[in-house]
């Protein structure tokens, strides 16, 4: 590994440090702030608030697209370089998104955002990881995390108060500030490493993959949110399946593909990406759901719906201890099978929301939800990686985070059309709303419940705890 600490002080470590932990706060801060002020940004562009969704799929799925590009890209061009045009393109989107006029335009400043956030986490981990010596890379990589935790607990209610206190445009215009300060420092601390070769591009393959996503995340959020109808659907979803399958044609036949097919070969890492996959598809719905359950059929306003995640966050953080415990105890299989079918079960019981409910079962039934999917992440996390060998531990980890934000953003369109189905089903009413949202969430759970067997499949060895790489825990279940 290269390593440039001994021409660098402690102090200008530690800047560093900050100036990487400052762009994953950015990045996952604005992954969740968004969610309970969709409501009021409906009102505000004259859309419905069920047809919101395609601004938190815009951003998810860019993110996905760029993530396989993010490695070789800051390679090609320099970390420092790259990393100070994701803080300004990711400053720039948030502009456009504070100024845009209407839904579709909102949508494409996503885009544009979204692009920014996908280089800022992948390439400040490699500029950690090409200046800390290796006795101290783990102790770095804890600290950048740390915000990556604290953006999602933060988020909704930040986002809800700045709906009510100022507007909605405020949850953007606040990273102009940050992000400003974060080029300059950027361009005067962070160091410049020594060049490294870059391979060829397989653009042929990442075109391939990355149209594929495309075509299938847009087919799931044609169904509702841009109004596409069957047809035009049917050939996108067919289209995308196309891409996908001629990719992986392609990859076996190229001798250094984005992804490799052989990766593939290790079980852990199949049954966990599949897993991450389809279980995510159903649980990544819930902090879009649940918001505008709590604003369009409780009365709840912006910066209460906001105020009522944080018990999945805190939930969330606090059941990290106990995870390792429990699955080197019984094992990945019996942990995963168990845990998913219980996050089905906890999805099933918001099917039951009724306005006269209690606070207190409210928040309970939150901080469940935030304790079985923080438990989930983990384990599918660590499992993925945990039998690669070193040389496939950078695809790998690659892989498995395009497959996460896919997750989340196909979950999110799939959870959007669903709504509109059972909204068509019910009546546009607000009194029909609420046995719409049960109804979504019903399903939802359903899909989450059958990825079960996905990690059932996993063989005695595959399910012991190892000892490989494991997957950088930043994230939580909001």
């Known amino acids: 590994m290269t390593t440039t600490t001994g021409a660098r002080d402690d102090p200008a470590l530690r800047i560093l440090l900050w100036l990487v932990a400052v762009g994953f706060f950015m990045q996952t801060l604005d992954a969740t702030i968004v969610n309970t002020a969709l409501p009021a940004m409906a009102a505000s562009l004259g859309e419905s608030p069920l047809r919101m969704q395609s601004v938190v799929v815009a951003y998810s799925l860019t993110m996905a697209m760029l993530i396989p590009a993010s490695g070789w890209v800051a390679d090609r061009f320099g970390t420092r370089r790259v990393y100070v045009a994701a803080i300004v393109l990711f400053v720039i989107g948030s502009v456009l998104c504070a100024v845009s006029p209407s839904l579709s335009a909102l949508v494409a400043a996503r885009v544009v955002q ?8 992948p390439v400040g981990r490699l500029v950690v990881l090409k200046t800390f010596p290796r006795e101290r890379f783990l102790q770095a990589m804890s600290f950048v995390a740390i915000p990556g ?7 909704p209610t930040l986002g809800g108060w700045l709906v009510e206190a100022v ?11 940050v992000g400003i300060v974060g080029a300059l420092a950027t361009l005067r601390y962070m160091p410049t490493p020594p060049a490294t070769p870059v391979a060829r591009f397989d653009l042929a393959g990442y075109l391939l993959l990355a149209f594929g996503m495309v075509a299938i995340s847009l087919a799931l959020d044609g169904l509702s949110g841009l109004g596409l109808r069957q047809a035009a659907v049917l050939v996108l979803m067919i289209f995308g ?10 990859a076996l036949r190229r001798p250094d593909p984005l992804f490799s097919p052989r990766l593939f070969q290790v ?5 966990g990406l599949l897993g991450n996959l389809f279980s995510r598809l159903g649980s990544s719905c819930m902090p879009f759901l649940i918001p505008l359950l709590l604003q369009l059929t409780m009365g709840y306003s912006p910066a209460q719906a906001g105020m009522m995640m944080l018990p999945v966050a805190i939930a969330s953080m606090s059941v990290k201890r106990v995870t390792t ?9 019996r942990v995963l099978v168990v845990n998913t079918v219980l996050i089905g079960l906890t999805m099933v019981s918001f099917a039951l929301s009724a306005p006269e409910q209690p606070l207190v079962w409210r928040v309970l039934q939150l901080a469940l939800l935030g304790a079985v999917n923080s438990m989930q992440f983990t384990a599918m996390n660590t ?64 899909i ?13 060895q595959d399910s012991r705890v190892g000892h490989g790489p494991q997957a950088s825990d930043g994230e939580t279940s909001v």
């Not at 935790?149 to 988020?155: E, T």
């Not at 507007?167 to 500030?177: G, R």
């Not at 415990?325 to 299989?333: A, H, K, M, S, V």
């Open 149 to 155: 935790l604290i953006g999602p607990l933060i988020g």
């Open 241 to 250: 399946l196309a891409s996908l399958t001629a990719y992986w044609l392609h």
């Open 167 to 177: 507007s909605w445009h405020w949850i953007f215009l606040i990273n102009v500030p």
């Open 383 to 446: 499992l993925t990686l945990k039998d690669l060998t070193p040389d496939a531990a950078s695809s790998g980890n690659s892989l498995l985070s395009m497959v996460q934000m896919l997750a989340m953003g196909m979950g999110v369109a799939a959870a959007g059309a669903v709504l509109a189905a059972f909204t068509e089903v019910f009546g546009h009413g607000e009194a029909q709303a609420l046995p719409a949202f049960r109804a979504t969430f019903a399903c939802m759970a359903l």
């Open 448 to 460: 989450t419940i059958a990825s079960a067997g996905i990690f059932w499949q996993l063989s005695p």
């Open 267 to 271: 079980g852990s890492l199949r049954i």
């Open 114 to 121: 979204g692009a920014g956030g996908a280089l800022l986490l």
């Open 325 to 333: 415990p429990l699955i080197t105890r019984y094992g990945y299989r």
